[in-house]
C-alpha cells in the first residue's frame, strides 16, 4: 500500500443536517456493496470492473 505524501484540508459551506444523514447513508450502502462484491470478485477471479457489471 503508498503512503500519502500530502494531505490538503478545504474549508467548505456547512452542509444541512438532512443532506448529511442521506450521504452518510449513501456511504453506508455503498460499502455493504463493496463488502459483499470484493470476496465474489476474489472466488471467481473477477480482476476487472468489467466483469463485476457483468
Known amino acids: 500500500m503508498s503512503e500519502v505524501a500530502r494531505a490538503a484540508i ?7 443536517r438532512r443532506a448529511f444523514r442521506v450521504l452518510a447513508e449513501l456511504e453506508r450502502m455503498c460499502g455493504d456493496t463493496v463488502e ?3 470476496p465474489y470478485a476474489a472466488s471467481s477471479h473477477i480482476t476487472k470492473f468489467a466483469g463485476l457489471e457483468a
Open 10 to 16: 478545504v474549508e467548505s459551506a456547512p452542509l444541512p
Open 36 to 38: 459483499r462484491l470484493a
